[in-house]
Protein backbone atom coordinates (compact mmCIF):
# COMPACT_ATOMS: atom_id res chain seq x y z
CA UNK A 1 0.00 0.00 0.00
CA UNK A 2 0.96 3.40 -0.81
CA UNK A 3 2.11 5.93 2.01
CA UNK A 4 -0.24 8.60 0.85
CA UNK A 5 0.51 10.26 4.59
CA UNK A 6 3.75 10.20 3.62
CA UNK A 7 3.43 11.94 0.25
CA UNK A 8 1.49 14.63 2.14
CA UNK A 9 4.66 15.41 4.43
CA UNK A 10 6.72 15.28 1.42
CA UNK A 11 4.07 18.27 -0.23
CA UNK A 12 4.37 19.30 3.45
CA UNK A 13 8.41 19.51 3.51
CA UNK A 14 8.27 21.55 -0.06
CA UNK A 15 6.09 24.13 1.17
CA UNK A 16 8.72 24.92 3.84
CA UNK A 17 11.05 25.68 1.43
CA UNK A 18 9.07 27.80 0.03
CA UNK A 19 8.45 30.05 2.86
CA UNK A 20 4.92 28.36 3.17
CA UNK A 21 3.13 27.18 6.64
CA UNK A 22 4.33 23.69 5.87
CA UNK A 23 1.24 21.56 5.44
CA UNK A 24 0.87 18.92 2.83
CA UNK A 25 -2.70 17.41 1.39
CA UNK A 26 -3.43 14.54 -0.54
CA UNK A 27 -6.88 13.24 -2.07
CA UNK A 28 -6.79 9.62 -2.82
CA UNK A 29 -10.17 8.05 -4.55
CA UNK A 30 -10.24 4.00 -4.65
CA UNK A 31 -6.41 3.55 -3.97
CA UNK A 32 -5.47 6.62 -6.16
CA UNK A 33 -4.24 9.75 -5.47
CA UNK A 34 -6.54 11.93 -7.73
CA UNK A 35 -4.99 15.58 -6.36
CA UNK A 36 -2.04 16.50 -4.47
CA UNK A 37 -1.16 19.87 -2.85
CA UNK A 38 0.32 21.93 -0.57
CA UNK A 39 -0.34 25.71 1.59
CA UNK A 40 0.31 28.45 -1.27
CA UNK A 41 -1.21 31.43 1.22
CA UNK A 42 2.07 33.54 0.59
CA UNK A 43 2.54 33.20 -2.70
CA UNK A 44 -0.85 34.12 -3.92
CA UNK A 45 -1.19 36.32 -0.64
CA UNK A 46 -4.59 34.15 -0.22
CA UNK A 47 -4.93 33.55 3.24
CA UNK A 48 -7.56 30.71 2.33
CA UNK A 49 -4.88 29.21 -0.01
CA UNK A 50 -4.72 26.44 2.61
CA UNK A 51 -3.71 22.38 0.99
CA UNK A 52 -6.83 21.45 1.26
CA UNK A 53 -8.57 24.28 -0.41
CA UNK A 54 -6.34 23.82 -3.40
CA UNK A 55 -6.72 19.87 -3.94
CA UNK A 56 -10.66 20.78 -4.12
CA UNK A 57 -9.88 22.94 -7.20
CA UNK A 58 -7.38 20.18 -8.24
CA UNK A 59 -10.40 17.63 -8.04
CA UNK A 60 -12.97 20.45 -9.64
CA UNK A 61 -10.18 20.11 -12.57
CA UNK A 62 -9.50 16.56 -13.01
CA UNK A 63 -13.56 16.37 -13.06
CA UNK A 64 -14.01 19.19 -15.88
CA UNK A 65 -11.00 17.80 -17.81
CA UNK A 66 -13.05 14.15 -17.58
CA UNK A 67 -16.61 15.22 -17.75
CA UNK A 68 -17.44 13.70 -14.38
CA UNK A 69 -20.38 15.10 -12.03
CA UNK A 70 -17.93 16.49 -8.94
CA UNK A 71 -20.48 15.77 -6.47
CA UNK A 72 -20.58 12.13 -6.06
CA UNK A 73 -17.06 11.66 -7.05
CA UNK A 74 -15.82 13.80 -4.02
CA UNK A 75 -18.28 11.64 -1.82
CA UNK A 76 -15.49 8.66 -2.43
CA UNK A 77 -12.42 10.52 -1.38
CA UNK A 78 -9.94 10.27 1.36
CA UNK A 79 -7.91 13.23 2.56
CA UNK A 80 -4.37 13.11 3.92
CA UNK A 81 -3.39 15.68 5.30
CA UNK A 82 -0.46 16.88 7.46
CA UNK A 83 -2.40 19.07 10.01
CA UNK A 84 -5.81 18.87 11.44
CA UNK A 85 -8.24 20.73 8.79
CA UNK A 86 -9.08 24.33 9.97
CA UNK A 87 -12.30 25.30 11.17
CA UNK A 88 -12.37 27.10 7.11
CA UNK A 89 -11.63 23.78 5.79
CA UNK A 90 -13.21 21.30 7.73
CA UNK A 91 -16.42 22.83 6.45
CA UNK A 92 -15.59 23.28 3.02
CA UNK A 93 -14.82 19.12 3.63
CA UNK A 94 -18.02 18.75 4.97
CA UNK A 95 -20.42 20.45 2.38
CA UNK A 96 -18.21 18.29 -0.29
CA UNK A 97 -19.47 15.41 2.02
CA UNK A 98 -16.36 13.81 1.95
CA UNK A 99 -15.50 10.28 2.78
CA UNK A 100 -12.97 10.49 5.23
CA UNK A 101 -9.94 12.33 6.89
CA UNK A 102 -7.05 11.40 8.02
CA UNK A 103 -4.49 13.93 9.31
CA UNK A 104 -0.70 14.00 10.86
CA UNK A 105 -0.58 16.14 14.16
CA UNK A 106 -4.06 18.37 16.18
CA UNK A 107 -4.23 22.01 15.37
CA UNK A 108 -4.36 23.84 18.30
CA UNK A 109 -5.07 27.14 16.65
CA UNK A 110 -7.59 26.81 14.33
CA UNK A 111 -8.55 23.29 14.36
CA UNK A 112 -12.60 22.44 12.74
CA UNK A 113 -12.18 19.48 15.70
CA UNK A 114 -10.02 20.90 18.01
CA UNK A 115 -11.15 24.39 18.44
CA UNK A 116 -14.42 24.43 17.63
CA UNK A 117 -16.35 21.15 16.26
CA UNK A 118 -17.70 22.06 12.91
CA UNK A 119 -18.93 17.87 13.04
CA UNK A 120 -21.96 19.88 15.24
CA UNK A 121 -23.18 22.21 12.35
CA UNK A 122 -23.08 20.49 9.62
CA UNK A 123 -24.99 17.40 9.14
CA UNK A 124 -23.03 14.99 6.93
CA UNK A 125 -19.78 14.21 8.58
CA UNK A 126 -16.83 11.98 8.09
CA UNK A 127 -14.66 10.21 9.57
CA UNK A 128 -11.92 11.68 11.19
CA UNK A 129 -8.62 10.30 12.36
CA UNK A 130 -5.58 11.19 13.74
CA UNK A 131 -2.59 9.40 12.21
CA UNK A 132 0.75 8.05 13.59
CA UNK A 133 3.26 10.25 11.71
CA UNK A 134 2.06 13.34 14.36
CA UNK A 135 5.04 14.07 15.29
CA UNK A 136 6.55 14.88 12.12
CA UNK A 137 3.97 17.28 10.88
CA UNK A 138 4.70 18.97 13.85
CA UNK A 139 8.44 19.32 13.67
CA UNK A 140 7.51 21.06 10.72
CA UNK A 141 5.14 23.32 11.68
CA UNK A 142 7.46 24.17 14.36
CA UNK A 143 10.84 24.59 12.64
CA UNK A 144 8.20 27.18 10.20
CA UNK A 145 7.31 29.05 13.08
CA UNK A 146 10.51 29.32 14.84
CA UNK A 147 11.36 31.69 11.61
CA UNK A 148 9.46 34.60 11.54
CA UNK A 149 6.89 34.74 8.81
CA UNK A 150 9.05 37.28 5.95
CA UNK A 151 5.79 37.92 4.34
CA UNK A 152 4.10 39.55 7.51
CA UNK A 153 3.74 43.89 7.67
CA UNK A 154 6.28 44.91 10.47
CA UNK A 155 5.03 45.75 13.90
CA UNK A 156 3.47 49.26 14.23
CA UNK A 157 4.94 49.85 17.11
CA UNK A 158 5.69 53.17 17.77
CA UNK A 159 9.31 54.72 17.46
CA UNK A 160 9.50 56.60 20.52
CA UNK A 161 10.44 60.45 19.21
CA UNK A 162 14.20 61.07 19.96
CA UNK A 163 15.07 64.65 20.50
CA UNK A 164 16.50 65.29 17.42
CA UNK A 165 13.45 64.50 15.73
CA UNK A 166 11.92 66.79 18.07
CA UNK A 167 13.93 69.20 16.93
CA UNK A 168 13.59 68.74 13.35
CA UNK A 169 9.66 69.35 14.24
CA UNK B 1 -52.08 22.09 -1.79
CA UNK B 2 -53.88 18.58 -3.17
CA UNK B 3 -51.25 18.14 -5.47
CA UNK B 4 -52.08 14.49 -5.02
CA UNK B 5 -54.94 15.01 -7.72
CA UNK B 6 -53.21 16.78 -10.17
CA UNK B 7 -52.53 14.88 -13.45
CA UNK B 8 -49.03 12.73 -13.68
CA UNK B 9 -47.86 15.16 -16.73
CA UNK B 10 -45.00 16.49 -16.18
CA UNK B 11 -45.04 20.33 -17.04
CA UNK B 12 -42.22 21.85 -18.13
CA UNK B 13 -40.74 23.59 -14.86
CA UNK B 14 -42.10 27.15 -14.28
CA UNK B 15 -39.19 29.67 -14.19
CA UNK B 16 -39.13 31.43 -11.38
CA UNK B 17 -40.25 34.95 -11.48
CA UNK B 18 -37.40 37.00 -11.91
CA UNK B 19 -39.83 40.44 -10.46
CA UNK B 20 -39.87 38.75 -7.18
CA UNK B 21 -36.29 38.27 -6.89
CA UNK B 22 -36.40 42.17 -8.27
CA UNK B 23 -39.01 43.12 -5.58
CA UNK B 24 -36.72 41.85 -2.63
CA UNK B 25 -34.08 43.70 -3.43
CA UNK B 26 -36.01 46.86 -4.19
CA UNK B 27 -37.60 46.18 -0.14
CA UNK B 28 -34.23 45.73 1.43
CA UNK B 29 -32.64 48.76 -0.51
CA UNK B 30 -35.06 51.04 0.59
CA UNK B 31 -34.96 49.65 3.86
CA UNK B 32 -31.17 49.69 4.29
CA UNK B 33 -31.40 53.60 3.94
CA UNK B 34 -34.84 54.45 5.23
CA UNK B 35 -34.17 52.51 8.76
CA UNK B 36 -33.59 54.01 11.61
CA UNK B 37 -32.49 51.40 13.65
CA UNK B 38 -29.16 51.26 15.20
CA UNK B 39 -26.92 48.89 14.12
CA UNK B 40 -26.19 46.21 16.61
CA UNK B 41 -22.96 44.14 17.53
CA UNK B 42 -23.17 40.73 17.55
CA UNK B 43 -21.51 38.97 20.70
CA UNK B 44 -22.02 36.28 22.72
CA UNK B 45 -25.64 36.51 24.53
CA UNK B 46 -23.66 36.16 28.31
CA UNK B 47 -22.57 39.71 27.83
CA UNK B 48 -25.87 41.22 26.82
CA UNK B 49 -28.61 39.08 28.46
CA UNK B 50 -29.54 38.39 32.32
CA UNK B 51 -26.56 36.39 33.94
CA UNK B 52 -26.95 32.58 34.38
CA UNK B 53 -27.45 31.57 38.03
CA UNK B 54 -25.78 28.72 40.32
CA UNK B 55 -26.42 27.60 43.67
CA UNK B 56 -24.50 27.48 46.44
CA UNK B 57 -23.88 27.35 50.36
CA UNK B 58 -24.10 30.66 52.69
CA UNK B 59 -23.03 30.40 56.25
CA UNK B 60 -24.10 32.67 58.78
CA UNK B 61 -21.36 34.01 61.57
CA UNK B 62 -22.58 34.25 64.73
CA UNK B 63 -19.60 36.82 65.92
CA UNK B 64 -19.37 39.78 63.46
CA UNK B 65 -15.40 39.37 65.30
CA UNK B 66 -15.63 36.13 63.33
CA UNK B 67 -15.43 37.55 59.92
CA UNK B 68 -11.83 38.49 58.59
CA UNK B 69 -10.15 35.54 59.63
CA UNK B 70 -13.01 33.20 58.43
CA UNK B 71 -12.56 34.66 55.14
CA UNK B 72 -9.00 34.16 55.18
CA UNK B 73 -9.10 30.95 56.37
CA UNK B 74 -11.52 30.09 53.79
CA UNK B 75 -9.83 31.66 50.87
CA UNK B 76 -6.46 29.29 51.87
CA UNK B 77 -8.75 26.22 52.56
CA UNK B 78 -11.89 26.74 50.36
CA UNK B 79 -10.61 29.16 47.32
CA UNK B 80 -13.18 29.53 44.60
CA UNK B 81 -11.61 29.86 41.96
CA UNK B 82 -14.31 29.66 38.83
CA UNK B 83 -16.39 32.29 41.33
CA UNK B 84 -13.68 34.81 41.86
CA UNK B 85 -16.67 38.14 40.92
CA UNK B 86 -18.39 36.70 43.91
CA UNK B 87 -17.63 38.71 47.01
CA UNK B 88 -17.25 35.71 49.92
CA UNK B 89 -19.01 38.79 52.70
CA UNK B 90 -22.55 39.64 53.01
CA UNK B 91 -22.89 41.64 56.21
CA UNK B 92 -22.63 38.61 58.47
CA UNK B 93 -23.61 35.98 55.77
CA UNK B 94 -20.38 34.02 53.73
CA UNK B 95 -20.24 32.56 50.71
CA UNK B 96 -18.89 29.07 50.98
CA UNK B 97 -18.75 27.30 47.86
CA UNK B 98 -21.17 25.49 44.94
CA UNK B 99 -23.74 23.07 46.46
CA UNK B 100 -21.94 20.89 44.50
CA UNK B 101 -18.47 20.51 45.77
CA UNK B 102 -19.75 19.12 49.38
CA UNK B 103 -20.43 15.47 47.32
CA UNK B 104 -22.58 13.04 49.95
CA UNK B 105 -21.36 15.53 52.86
CA UNK B 106 -23.40 17.98 55.01
CA UNK B 107 -21.87 21.52 54.60
CA UNK B 108 -20.75 21.10 58.27
CA UNK B 109 -19.32 18.44 57.56
CA UNK B 110 -17.60 19.37 54.61
CA UNK B 111 -16.11 22.40 56.61
CA UNK B 112 -14.93 20.31 59.27
CA UNK B 113 -13.31 17.95 57.26
CA UNK B 114 -11.26 20.92 55.60
CA UNK B 115 -10.21 22.73 59.31
CA UNK B 116 -11.53 21.98 62.47
CA UNK B 117 -11.64 25.45 63.62
CA UNK B 118 -14.79 26.14 60.59
CA UNK B 119 -16.96 24.12 63.33
CA UNK B 120 -17.64 26.94 65.64
CA UNK B 121 -18.05 29.76 63.74
CA UNK B 122 -21.19 29.59 61.65
CA UNK B 123 -24.48 29.40 63.66
CA UNK B 124 -26.84 28.40 60.08
CA UNK B 125 -26.39 27.58 56.89
CA UNK B 126 -28.39 28.56 53.70
CA UNK B 127 -28.84 27.57 49.40
CA UNK B 128 -28.53 30.54 47.47
CA UNK B 129 -28.38 31.30 43.86
CA UNK B 130 -25.94 33.47 42.46
CA UNK B 131 -24.68 34.70 39.27
CA UNK B 132 -22.64 32.22 37.91
CA UNK B 133 -20.30 34.53 35.37
CA UNK B 134 -18.99 37.78 36.20
CA UNK B 135 -21.35 40.69 34.93
CA UNK B 136 -20.04 42.01 31.87
CA UNK B 137 -21.85 44.90 31.72
CA UNK B 138 -23.16 48.01 34.08
CA UNK B 139 -26.79 46.67 33.36
CA UNK B 140 -25.90 43.04 34.05
CA UNK B 141 -24.00 44.50 37.17
CA UNK B 142 -27.11 45.76 38.71
CA UNK B 143 -28.62 42.84 38.27
CA UNK B 144 -26.17 40.77 40.79
CA UNK B 145 -27.04 43.30 43.23
CA UNK B 146 -30.54 41.43 43.94
CA UNK B 147 -28.45 38.24 44.14
CA UNK B 148 -24.98 38.96 46.30
CA UNK B 149 -22.22 41.66 46.03
CA UNK B 150 -20.09 40.98 42.95
CA UNK B 151 -16.56 42.37 41.70
CA UNK B 152 -17.19 44.76 38.64
CA UNK B 153 -14.25 46.05 36.01
CA UNK B 154 -16.75 48.24 34.35
CA UNK B 155 -15.05 47.82 30.11
CA UNK B 156 -15.47 51.74 28.90
CA UNK B 157 -15.18 50.18 24.99
CA UNK B 158 -17.54 47.05 25.86
CA UNK B 159 -20.31 49.51 27.05
CA UNK B 160 -20.18 51.79 24.21
CA UNK B 161 -20.31 48.85 22.01
CA UNK B 162 -23.52 47.53 23.51
CA UNK B 163 -25.02 51.56 23.33
CA UNK B 164 -27.28 52.69 20.65
CA UNK B 165 -24.70 55.51 19.90
CA UNK B 166 -21.88 53.17 18.87
CA UNK B 167 -21.47 54.44 15.52
CA UNK B 168 -22.34 58.38 14.95
CA UNK B 169 -24.85 59.39 12.38
CA UNK B 170 -22.34 60.06 9.95
CA UNK B 171 -20.58 56.36 10.67
CA UNK B 172 -23.82 54.89 10.49
CA UNK B 173 -25.02 56.27 7.34
CA UNK B 174 -21.82 55.07 5.46
CA UNK B 175 -22.42 51.82 6.71
CA UNK B 176 -25.85 52.03 5.24
CA UNK B 177 -24.85 53.28 1.87
CA UNK B 178 -21.88 50.52 1.66
CA UNK B 179 -24.49 48.21 2.10
CA UNK B 180 -26.79 49.64 -0.59
CA UNK B 181 -23.72 49.46 -2.69
CA UNK B 182 -23.60 45.58 -2.34
CA UNK B 183 -27.49 45.49 -2.67
CA UNK B 184 -26.50 47.38 -6.06
CA UNK B 185 -24.20 44.64 -6.80
CA UNK B 186 -26.93 42.07 -6.09
CA UNK B 187 -29.30 43.56 -8.28
CA UNK B 188 -26.71 43.78 -11.09
CA UNK B 189 -26.32 40.50 -10.68
CA UNK B 190 -29.34 39.17 -10.82
CA UNK B 191 -30.80 41.45 -13.88
CA UNK B 192 -27.49 40.13 -15.82
CA UNK B 193 -27.11 36.39 -15.17
CA UNK B 194 -29.78 34.56 -16.39
CA UNK B 195 -29.21 31.37 -13.81
CA UNK B 196 -29.84 33.73 -10.61
CA UNK B 197 -32.92 33.23 -9.33
CA UNK B 198 -32.73 33.78 -5.81
CA UNK B 199 -31.06 37.05 -3.93
CA UNK B 200 -27.25 36.13 -4.15
CA UNK B 201 -24.93 36.70 -1.18
CA UNK B 202 -22.74 39.74 -2.01
CA UNK B 203 -19.49 40.80 -0.59
CA UNK B 204 -18.22 44.45 -0.27
CA UNK B 205 -14.69 45.06 0.60
CA UNK B 206 -13.95 48.72 1.73
CA UNK B 207 -10.88 50.13 3.09
CA UNK B 208 -11.87 53.05 5.68
CA UNK B 209 -8.78 54.30 5.57
CA UNK B 210 -9.33 55.74 2.62
CA UNK B 211 -12.92 55.55 1.95
CA UNK B 212 -12.68 53.41 -0.80
CA UNK B 213 -14.91 49.92 -1.93
CA UNK B 214 -11.19 47.74 -2.78
CA UNK B 215 -13.39 44.52 -4.06
CA UNK B 216 -16.75 42.84 -4.48
CA UNK B 217 -17.93 39.35 -4.93
CA UNK B 218 -20.72 37.24 -5.66
CA UNK B 219 -21.49 33.82 -5.16
CA UNK B 220 -20.84 31.30 -7.66
CA UNK B 221 -21.24 27.78 -6.02
CA UNK B 222 -23.22 26.36 -8.18
CA UNK B 223 -20.33 26.77 -10.30
CA UNK B 224 -17.53 26.12 -8.03
CA UNK B 225 -18.61 24.77 -4.37
CA UNK B 226 -16.36 27.05 -2.78
CA UNK B 227 -16.24 29.86 -4.93
CA UNK B 228 -18.73 31.83 -2.29
CA UNK B 229 -18.89 35.36 -2.28
CA UNK B 230 -16.57 35.75 0.70
CA UNK B 231 -14.13 33.66 -0.74
CA UNK B 232 -14.04 35.16 -4.14
CA UNK B 233 -13.77 38.58 -2.03
CA UNK B 234 -10.62 37.59 -0.55
CA UNK B 235 -9.16 36.17 -3.42
CA UNK B 236 -10.01 39.97 -5.28
CA UNK B 237 -8.79 41.19 -2.36
CA UNK B 238 -5.38 39.40 -2.96
CA UNK B 239 -5.03 40.20 -6.75
CA UNK B 240 -5.15 43.91 -5.65
CA UNK B 241 -1.84 43.11 -3.75
CA UNK B 242 -0.30 41.21 -7.02
CA UNK B 243 -1.43 37.76 -5.69
CA UNK B 244 -5.04 35.95 -6.28
CA UNK B 245 -5.03 32.08 -7.24
CA UNK B 246 -9.01 32.38 -9.18
CA UNK B 247 -9.00 33.39 -12.59
CA UNK B 248 -11.62 35.71 -13.21
CA UNK B 249 -14.94 34.39 -15.46
CA UNK B 250 -14.92 37.99 -16.86
CA UNK B 251 -12.88 41.03 -17.54
CA UNK B 252 -12.21 42.83 -14.79
CA UNK B 253 -11.35 46.81 -14.39
CA UNK B 254 -7.19 46.22 -13.23
CA UNK B 255 -7.26 49.12 -10.67
CA UNK B 256 -10.52 47.71 -8.61
CA UNK B 257 -10.72 44.06 -10.24
CA UNK B 258 -14.58 44.63 -10.18
CA UNK B 259 -16.45 43.62 -13.65
CA UNK B 260 -15.77 46.17 -16.10
CA UNK B 261 -19.73 46.72 -16.67
CA UNK B 262 -20.47 46.43 -13.00
CA UNK B 263 -17.91 49.11 -11.99
CA UNK B 264 -19.44 51.51 -14.52
CA UNK B 265 -22.95 50.93 -13.41
CA UNK B 266 -21.98 51.25 -9.97
CA UNK B 267 -20.10 54.42 -10.32
CA UNK B 268 -22.96 56.03 -12.53
CA UNK B 269 -25.26 55.06 -9.82
CA UNK B 270 -23.09 55.95 -7.04
CA UNK B 271 -20.90 58.95 -8.23
CA UNK B 272 -19.82 59.94 -4.67
CA UNK B 273 -18.37 56.76 -4.04
CA UNK B 274 -14.23 56.36 -4.15
CA UNK B 275 -13.09 52.91 -5.81
CA UNK B 276 -10.07 51.03 -5.91
CA UNK B 277 -7.09 50.16 -3.00
CA UNK B 278 -4.23 51.76 -1.30
CA UNK B 279 -1.03 50.70 -3.21
CA UNK B 280 0.69 47.07 -2.10
CA UNK B 281 4.04 47.64 -1.36
CA UNK B 282 6.07 44.32 -0.23
CA UNK B 283 8.07 45.11 2.66
CA UNK B 284 11.33 43.57 1.08
CA UNK B 285 11.59 46.49 -0.89
CA UNK B 286 12.17 49.17 1.87
CA UNK B 287 14.19 46.46 3.78
CA UNK B 288 16.65 46.60 0.98
CA UNK B 289 16.25 50.28 1.10
CA UNK B 290 16.63 51.37 4.70
CA UNK B 291 18.28 54.56 4.34
CA UNK B 292 14.86 55.73 2.25
CA UNK B 293 13.14 58.47 2.40
CA UNK B 294 10.78 58.31 5.86
CA UNK B 295 7.99 58.36 3.00
CA UNK B 296 8.78 55.40 1.35
CA UNK B 297 8.68 53.80 5.58
CA UNK B 298 5.47 55.23 6.00
CA UNK B 299 4.00 53.73 2.68
CA UNK B 300 5.56 50.71 3.73
CA UNK B 301 3.69 50.36 7.32
CA UNK B 302 0.55 51.63 5.87
CA UNK B 303 0.39 48.98 2.72
CA UNK B 304 -2.79 46.92 3.05
CA UNK B 305 -1.74 43.30 4.13
CA UNK B 306 -4.26 40.45 3.37
CA UNK B 307 -7.41 42.15 4.86
CA UNK B 308 -6.01 43.93 7.82
CA UNK B 309 -7.98 47.02 8.60
CA UNK B 310 -10.80 46.15 6.32
CA UNK B 311 -14.61 46.07 6.33
CA UNK B 312 -16.58 43.49 5.42
CA UNK B 313 -20.49 43.85 3.61
CA UNK B 314 -22.20 40.79 3.06
CA UNK B 315 -26.13 40.20 2.38
CA UNK B 316 -26.18 37.27 4.41
CA UNK B 317 -24.11 35.93 7.62
CA UNK B 318 -21.36 34.33 6.17
CA UNK B 319 -21.18 30.44 6.89
CA UNK B 320 -18.91 28.65 9.00
CA UNK B 321 -16.15 28.33 6.25
CA UNK B 322 -16.44 31.84 5.06
CA UNK B 323 -16.42 33.43 8.69
CA UNK B 324 -12.80 31.57 9.53
CA UNK B 325 -11.89 32.87 5.91
CA UNK B 326 -12.01 36.53 7.38
CA UNK B 327 -10.65 35.50 10.42
CA UNK B 328 -7.64 34.15 8.25
CA UNK B 329 -7.61 37.42 6.36
CA UNK B 330 -7.79 39.42 9.60
CA UNK B 331 -10.64 41.63 8.36
CA UNK B 332 -11.38 44.21 11.20
CA UNK B 333 -15.20 44.55 11.06
CA UNK B 334 -18.09 42.48 9.34
CA UNK B 335 -21.45 44.18 8.75
CA UNK B 336 -24.23 41.92 7.57
CA UNK B 337 -28.32 41.94 6.96
CA UNK B 338 -29.67 38.85 7.14
CA UNK B 339 -28.69 35.78 9.10
CA UNK B 340 -27.89 32.66 7.93
CA UNK B 341 -29.61 29.89 10.08
CA UNK B 342 -28.47 27.10 7.85
CA UNK B 343 -24.68 26.85 8.50
CA UNK B 344 -23.93 30.95 9.93
CA UNK B 345 -20.40 31.27 11.30
CA UNK B 346 -20.82 35.19 13.35
CA UNK B 347 -24.12 34.55 14.57
CA UNK B 348 -26.71 31.71 13.85
CA UNK B 349 -24.50 28.50 14.43
CA UNK B 350 -21.39 29.59 16.09
CA UNK B 351 -19.42 33.17 16.67
CA UNK B 352 -16.38 33.11 15.58
CA UNK B 353 -15.40 36.31 16.62
CA UNK B 354 -15.99 35.01 20.47
CA UNK B 355 -13.65 32.12 20.36
CA UNK B 356 -10.98 33.09 22.06
CA UNK B 357 -8.26 30.79 21.17
CA UNK B 358 -8.54 32.27 17.49
CA UNK B 359 -5.68 34.13 16.73
CA UNK B 360 -7.42 37.13 15.33
CA UNK B 361 -11.15 38.63 16.16
CA UNK B 362 -13.02 41.07 14.56
CA UNK B 363 -15.99 43.02 15.52
CA UNK B 364 -19.57 42.05 13.78
CA UNK B 365 -22.71 44.28 13.52
CA UNK B 366 -26.01 43.71 12.13
CA UNK B 367 -29.20 45.31 12.36
CA UNK B 368 -29.51 47.03 8.92
CA UNK B 369 -33.35 45.79 7.94
Redesign the interface.
Known sequence: MIDFMRQALELAKSALNTNEVPVGCVFVRNGKIVAQSKN?VN???????HAE??C??EV?NYCQDRNIE?RSFFEDIIVYVTVEP????A??LK??NIKEVIYGCAN???GGHT??D?GD??PNSYSLTAHSHAQEAMDLLKQFYKGTN?????E?VKKKKTKQDEEKL | MDGSLLPAIQEPPIKKIKPSTNMTINFYLNEVTSSKTPLKVVLNDDISESLPLIEVYTGHIQNPKDISKTVLLLNEKLPIKELQHLKRVKKQDIFLCPITYTNEMTIQEYLKSLDDSFADIFDSFAVIHVPKQPPKLKKQFEDTKEYWPCNFHPDKYLEKLFSDNFFTQEESNMHRKYMYIALLNAKWYVMNDASIHDVPNVTLVVDPIIASVVAVATDNRKKHPTQHSTMLAIDNVARTQNGGAWSPDCELDEETMIPNSLLQCLKAEMPEINFGHRKFKSNRVTDDNNSGTENNETSSLDSPYLCTGYYIYMLREPCVMCSMALVHARAKRIFFCVDNERDGGLKSKVKLQTVSSLNHRFEVFTGFL
Open positions: SETRNPTRINIDLYCIMCAANLDRFVIVIYPHAPQK
